[in-house]
């Protein structure tokens, strides 16, 4: 028994002679994904476990679903405390990645075989520090906001396209638990169970809106990005620094977030499970200077936050004594932001505005998120510092030099030419986005 699902997707231009006004599928009535076609497969954790694997996979034919599970919150970093794989012919594989230094022998026989990955950006850093990457990518996600479907969850997305249930109660736990519980592994085998069948759905329906070069575009630029590199002071984003107002009170910050760092580190856990950002930033406001003054600060009531209580205050004291006090401002070339714009440039505002409302409803006739159309952050560099000239050709060199794609060039140059050239007087806007 089927049942018609109706997504309002048109996933084409309003103008169009194709367009319709609804996308529909039909789809299976929604049935409950609780267990694997295949049961559920041991997890491998020897090497000969691992090459067995690998043969498998090599022998197997199409696209494989990759997935991986982490501990955040619970350990250090974000590497995988387990990795899934799913191919045609080889069946669903479980590796357990602590035992080996890489999964070199994985890698090896996926050469030149496409993954299939759910918001491939989550699992690809951590697949890398295994020694694994695509040579080609098919982003479940990515593609289904393409789409415009209305949920783009991994569930979400079954769900709408394939007419099957998956649950999602173990997406936040402890990965790293040893060993892991057997529904867990239900889970983890469920997440690549059907990913290669909605890669299917997923390539008709792109193909039927014209979007499936727009998504081979953005699947490529995720692979031509590789790993983005280490952030330039990251104590910089410990939640809160709204309130820290002197340099002093920002090296407090800095040193206690290097010294949780540190341990956290050493111990593989979590910062935030030894002392929380908002106990760094109070601490930092507060500058206590004995160890009853720092547990009563707020934030220090945590066993490891007090039992650590020393080893704090050696670094409020570092700070306290420091002649390396950190800028309160670091530069930047980012424009401000929006909301500042009309006092700062008017006019700058009222091309923002005008440039927002056009993609607005570009983003509505090819029924995609106007963030998918073009990324916020490309938008506002080329209105802040537009080129000299305002033409089509200098505005889509200017964009190509910002990262955004051909086709996301090709819809969006002639409105941002017009909205440069020509704005609408702002306070037609004042119910834009700031």
Known sequence: MTDKRTLTTAGVPADDTSATDTLDLTVPDVVELNSPREGVPFVISSDSGLQRCADALAAGSGPVAVDAERASGFRYGQRAFLVQLRREGAGTWLIDPEPFQDLAPLQEALQDVEWILH????????????????????DTELAARLAGLPRVGLAAVIEQLLGFRLAKEHSAADWSTRPLPEPWLTYAALDVEVLIELREELLELLEEQGKLGFAQEEFQAILDAGIAPPRTDPWRRTSGMHQIRDRRQLAAVRSLWQEREDLAKKRDVAPGRLLPDSAIIAAARAMPGTVPQ???????DGRAAQREAPRWLRALMAARDTEDLPPLHVPSNAPPPPRAWVDKEP??????????????????QWSM????????????RLIWRPPAELTADAVDAALAGLGARPWQRSLTVPLLVDALVDPEPLKAHRNTES
């Open 119 to 138: 918001a491939s950006t989550q699992d690809l850093p951590c697949l890398h520090e295994l020694g694994m990457w695509p040579s080609a990518l098919f």
């Open 369 to 380: 998120p106007v963030e998918n159309l073009l990324t916020p952050d490309h938008l506002r």
């Open 347 to 364: 006019l700058a505002a009222a091309r923002l505005a005008t440039a927002r409302t056009s993609l607005g409803s570009l983003a509505e």
């Open 294 to 300: 720092l547990i009563a600060t707020r934030g220090f």
